[in-house]
């Protein structure tokens, strides 16, 4: 069975690294806002060419507390790509804000800067683009449109640690971005984890205040806060992870070059990619018009594959009040990708497999 990924493997690699940074922990006795999330924060900032990061509880609150450290809230719009994974939209709603969503450019799969114009209305306050799959938004035009209506760029990063935009890594290419270290993310943690980097040092100040319980300094509230906070056990682990993530990225770019060199069924079409460098392949997904047979084929074939996602958000229970609502596009994606097995502990005698078994596939049989 070829795993679409083993995380067990992923961590297994720095297993001997892993525990001894566990032990420092527990030998330290010392859990929350100590050494290991400062030396965490500090390389991941690094890392993202950004003045500052901070660790927080998880990718949503991430999002979540930018938003609200922003002072964005009831009445206030937020524009956000129609086919991303729901929490981006989620942490729109959480803060009482609206949020408007445009559709993707098929070739990228992320926000159409293209449409994002005539979303905007008087009440408009920021432009959240998703750097869906592990490939940056163009983000020239989004920064375009920003600047002439005066809003704010946030960018979910949770797909894309380490991705590029000519020359800049994610994290660094609007005014805040949000992390996810969920466990399968290109940098993951062994449980739920989240980040926060930004140049904007008031707003650095703010989110972390109000990660806190909404304080400055000890028993001192000056915000209504809640409590989200990274732990040392899963900073420790980040920090290691961290070490190896451009070499992870790279064997990740290796299989995805490897797909799309060798992949030539003409019913399954490979995503585009602006620039090969750059990408980060957090999925690498295909589309296909007869996904459903392709992927029980491959799974008769022990080839492990995900669909990244079935429902677009506007038809979730969830947002009910948009049931009737239409996005084409993003519709027409849900139903056709299929995310391959991408990891960097994928083998090439499976990559190759993979590609055999998608060259022979013929969608002829039916498949129960
Ligand atoms: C994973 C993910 C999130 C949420 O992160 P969590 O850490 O799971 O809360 C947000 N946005 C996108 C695009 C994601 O893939």
């Known amino acids: 069975m070829i795993r679409w990924l083993d995380l067990g493997k992923v961590n297994e690699r720095f297993r001997t690294e892993i525990d001894a940074r566990i032990k420092g922990v527990l030998d330290s006795g010392w859990y929350l806002q100590g050494k290991e999330n400062e030396s965490f924060c500090e390389h991941f900032a690094m890392f993202c060419g ?150 904007d040092t008031a707003l650095y100040e703010k989110v972390k205040a109000l990660a806190n319980y909404g304080s400055d300094y000890k028993y001192h509230h000056i915000y209504k806060g809640t409590n989200s906070r990274l732990d040392e056990l899963q900073a420790a682990v980040l920090d290691v992870r961290l070490s190896h993530l451009d070499a992870d990225n790279t064997r990740r770019r290796e299989v995805a070059h490897y797909y799309r060199q060798n992949i030539t069924n003409p019913l399954i079409s490979l995503p585009e990619v602006y620039d090969e460098e750059a990408h980060v392949w957090h999925v690498f997904a295909v589309r296909c018009k007869q996904r459903d047979n392709l992927q029980q084929y491959l799974k008769n074939h022990g080839i492990e594959t995900n669909i990244h996602y079935p429902t677009p958000p506007h038809k979730q229970g969830a947002y009910s009040e948009w049931a009737t609502r239409s996005y084409p596009i993003t519709e027409q994606i849900h139903r056709e990708v299929l995310s391959l097995p991408i990891s960097p502990v994928l083998t090439d005698d499976e990559v190759q497999e993979v590609i055999s078994a998608l060259n022979m596939w013929k969608c002829t049989e039916f498949l129960a």
């Open 50 to 199: 950004t003045k500052h990061a901070l660790g927080v509880a998880n990718g949503l609150e991430a999002l979540a507390l930018i938003i609200r450290a922003y002072g964005f809230g009831v009445g206030d719009e937020i524009i956000v790509p129609a086919n991303t994974f729901i929490a981006s939209i989620l942490a729109i709603s959480q803060n009482g804000c609206t949020p408007v969503l445009v559709e993707p450019d098929p070739a990228t799969y992320c926000i159409d800067p293209a449409r994002i114009e005539a979303a905007i209305t008087p009440h408009t306050k920021a432009i959240m683009v998703v750097h869906l799959y592990g490939q940056a938004t163009p983000m020239q035009q989004v920064e375009e449109v920003a600047q002439r209506h005066g809003l704010k760029v946030i960018e979910d990063a949770a797909q894309a640690h380490g991705a590029m935009y000519r020359g800049k890594r994610v994290g660094n290419l609007g005014d805040a971005a949000a992390f996810s270290f969920y466990p399968g993310k290109n940098l993951g943690a062994m449980g739920d984890a989240g980040g926060i980097t930004t140049n």
